[in-house]
T-cell receptor
Framework: DARVTQTPRHKVTEMGQEVTMRCQPI?????VFWYRQTMMQGLELLAY????????DSGMPKDRFSAEMPDATLATLKIQPSEPRDSAVYFC???????????FGSGTRLTVV | TQLLEQSPQFLSIQEGENLTVYCNSS?????LQWYRQEPGEGPVLLVT?????EVKKLKRLTFQFGDARKDSSLHITAAQPGDTGLYLC??????????????FGAGTQVVVTP
């Protein structure tokens, strides 16, 4: 089965450090989402791309977060500098047609100490 | 405030019982999707409903999309321990400026005990 691959699965870092999370969407999928999940807020949409172009990143704290798709096989989410409140599980999802649903990766569990 | 309100937040039932999870909004959606998430994994798509009034069945799971495309329900018949998980509804908004944006409800944690 085709799947969305996220790396790393776990990341522990110190406050102030840069964190980069990577996502390999399913080949052929043209839409990529980044979500953050916490117990308090649930799944929050951070950003999404269609055909590698950013459509909406209004859910991201702009001063420290950035999302890019350097090519069709890679999406990145970067936090610089990281803060303890960024501790969460970050998910990437990809899809082709919005009404057909999306496939999620297994997530990156980020802990900022 | 969540765009999609799910209820209940938590549901604990015995094996063999039925359950229903609700997903409500004041917004209109082009489609509504249901996912199930297990600990340590990402959400997995169960179904997508697109047409107002649509009903879809997936074995013991029945999904319904409201006529006005603002709400949906998930009904599980004769629940089994394998149905345990976090059930999430997600909607794709129809408004022009947010076309394609998929937004999630807070989820319903379902626990089915043997």
């Amino acid at each position: 089965d085709a799947r969305v691959t996220q790396t790393p699965r776990h990341k522990v870092t110190e406050m102030g450090q840069e964190v980069t999370m990577r996502c390999q969407p399913i080949l052929g999928h043209n839409t990529v989402f980044w979500y953050r999940q916490t117990m308090m807020q649930g799944l929050e949409l951070l950003a999404y791309f269609r055909n590698r172009a950013p459509l909406d990143d209004s859910g991201m704290p702009k001063d420290r977060f950035s999302a890019e798709m350097p090519d069709a096989t890679l999406a990145t989410l970067k936090i610089q500098p990281s803060e303890p409140r960024d501790s969460a599980v970050y998910f990437c999802a990809s899809g082709l047609v919005q009404n057909y649903g999306y496939t999620f990766g297994s997530g990156t569990r980020l802990t900022v100490v | 405030t969540q765009l999609l309100e799910q209820s209940p937040q938590f549901l604990s039932i015995q094996e063999g019982e039925n359950l229903t999870v609700y997903c409500n909004s004041s917004s209109v959606f082009s489609s509504l999707q249901w996912y199930r998430q297990e600990p340590g994994e990402g959400p997995v798509l169960l179904v997508t409903v697109v047409t107002g009034g649509e009903v879809k069945k997936l074995k013991r799971l029945t999904f319904q999309f409201g006529d006005a495309r603002k709400d949906s329900s998930l009904h599980i018949t004769a629940a089994q321990p394998g149905d345990t998980g976090l059930y999430l509804c997600a909607g794709v908004l129809m408004t022009t400026d947010s076309w394609g944006k998929l937004q999630f409800g807070a989820g319903t944690q379902v626990v089915v005990t043997p």
